[in-house]
């Protein structure tokens, strides 16, 4: 052990002295910048480009390289800060009511909505001839709030019989999907035969296909873009940002940030969230509720869309992450 400590400690002074004349070097940290570039891009599956290369920016974008793999050409962010509502009254009832009727779904927004069944039922109909798309808007969405992707003001609706949906399934899709729609008939099978062993399973299995079909096709021909899915529920959903409607004046998205390497006419198309779910009945059941409810008093209807834009600004009330749904806070703010 006496004679190896003498060698450790010229090993270690050896290598100080290396790494000191590697770090004086003038061309050092351009070397470190490329070895670090280059794990970046082998890790990303993608071609290694000279630092030079990349500052260059290419033709027609205005910050960076525009190549195939950068993220910003594919996502945008869509995050919208929590802001307090502006007033033009003085005093607090005044105020209250001011609040109120921007909450309430505007005819612009009921337009909008209108659109987007419209052409969501052309792209769905293409295979199932015999469904329902409407559309429900729980706000006024046009003027966009925080949390507008996470919790969508605008819910689209698909309704049909559960063996017009099993028949229409059968033979189209994956092996997947045709082993879920072989034990969907059977559970169907065993329900019109009185059986009680069985079926809520497989209807809840034939409605997340239902789902998981009419998201193809509202992506494939509809021209809407998958956001996420949300299975694990007791409503299964997906999230989908609706193309921007012609005709219809939408906000225009905040001025661009360093980094943004999108294109003005890309800026410019305003998609919307919406909510898409097939045979659920929550959203028909928070509309006959506020209906009923407005006709016993007026104003619960207002307290529910105050209650809930609430808890949307604060962010408790994505299911997904185990906050009670907005039609749950409904059902609290009607009840106490």
Same mark, same amino acid.
């Given at each position: #052990?006496?004679?190896?400590? +003498?060698?450790?400690?010229?090993?270690?002074?050896?290598?100080?002295?290396?790494?000191?004349?590697?770090?004086?070097?003038?061309?050092?940290?351009?070397?470190?910048?490329?070895?670090?570039?280059?794990?970046?891009?082998?890790?990303?599956?993608?071609?290694?480009?000279?630092?030079?290369?990349?500052?260059?920016?290419?033709?027609?974008?205005?910050?960076?390289?525009?190549?195939?793999?950068?993220?910003?050409?594919?996502?945008?962010?869509?995050?919208?800060?929590?802001?307090? +509502?502006?007033?033009?009254?003085?005093?607090?009832?005044?105020?209250?009511?001011?609040? #109120?009727?921007?909450?309430?779904?505007?005819?612009?927004?009921?337009? #909008?909505?209108?659109?987007?069944?419209?052409?969501?039922?052309?792209? #769905?109909?293409?295979?199932?001839?015999?469904?329902?798309?409407?559309?429900?808007?729980?706000?006024?969405?046009?003027? $966009?709030?925080?949390?507008?992707?996470?919790?969508?003001?605008?819910?689209?609706?698909?309704?049909?019989?559960?063996?017009?949906?099993?028949?229409?399934?059968? $033979?189209?899709?994956?092996?997947?999907?045709?082993?879920?729609?072989?034990?969907?008939?059977?559970?169907?099978?065993?329900?019109?035969?009185?059986?009680?062993? $069985?079926?809520?399973?497989?209807?809840?299995?034939?409605?997340?296909?239902?789902?998981?079909?009419?998201?193809?096709?509202?992506?494939?021909?509809?021209?809407?873009?998958?956001?996420?899915?949300?299975?694990?529920?007791?409503?299964?959903?997906?999230?989908?940002?609706?193309?921007?409607?012609?005709?219809?004046?939408? +906000?225009?998205?905040?001025?661009?940030?360093?980094?943004?390497?999108?294109?003005?006419?890309?800026?410019?198309?305003?998609?919307?969230?919406?909510?898409?779910?097939?045979?659920?009945?929550?959203?028909?059941?928070?509309?006959?509720?506020?209906?009923?409810?407005?006709?016993?008093?007026?104003?619960?209807?207002?307290?529910?869309?105050?209650?809930?834009?609430?808890?949307?600004?604060?962010?408790?009330?994505?299911?997904?992450?185990?906050?009670?749904?907005?039609?749950?806070?409904?059902?609290?703010?009607?009840?106490?």
């Amino acid at each position: #052990i006496c004679q190896l400590i +003498p060698l450790l400690c010229a090993c270690v002074v050896y290598a100080l002295w290396v790494s000191t004349k590697r770090c004086g070097r003038p061309d050092a940290q351009e070397e470190n910048l490329q070895l670090h570039q280059r794990y970046l891009q082998h890790s990303r599956g993608t071609r290694y480009r000279s630092p030079a290369a990349s500052r260059a920016p290419a033709s027609g974008s205005r910050c960076c390289s525009a190549s195939p793999t950068s993220k910003f050409d594919r996502r945008r962010c869509s995050k919208k800060p929590v802001s307090a +509502p502006t007033f033009e009254a003085t005093t607090f009832d005044e105020q209250v009511s001011e609040l #109120i009727s921007q909450l309430k779904p505007s005819q612009e927004s009921e337009d #909008i909505a209108a659109q987007v069944a419209l052409r969501a039922r052309n792209a #769905i109909r293409t295979v199932f001839s015999d469904v329902e798309v409407v559309a429900i808007a729980t706000s006024d969405f046009v003027r $966009g709030t925080a949390f507008g992707v996470a919790v969508p003001d605008l819910e689209l609706l698909a309704t049909a019989s559960p063996a017009v949906l099993l028949s229409q399934l059968q $033979g189209r899709g994956s092996k997947a999907t045709a082993a879920t729609t072989a034990t969907a008939a059977a559970g169907l099978s065993a329900t019109a035969a009185g059986s009680a062993s $069985g079926p809520k399973m497989d209807a809840r299995k034939l409605q997340k296909s239902a789902i998981r079909s009419c998201t193809d096709l509202l992506v494939s021909s509809g021209g809407f873009k998958f956001r996420r899915s949300a299975f694990r529920g007791l409503d299964p959903k997906v999230t989908l940002m609706a193309p921007p409607m012609t005709g219809v004046a939408l +906000p225009p998205l905040p001025p661009p940030s360093s980094g943004d390497c999108m294109s003005d006419q890309q800026r410019e198309e305003t998609r919307i969230p919406v909510d898409f779910s097939v045979n659920c009945p929550t959203p028909l059941f928070n509309q006959a509720l506020l209906k009923e409810a407005a006709l016993i008093d007026s104003r619960a209807k207002d307290l529910a869309l105050v209650v809930r834009r609430w808890v949307k600004d604060r962010g408790i009330c994505h299911a997904a992450k185990g906050h009670l749904p907005p039609y749950a806070w409904t059902l609290l703010a009607l009840f106490f």
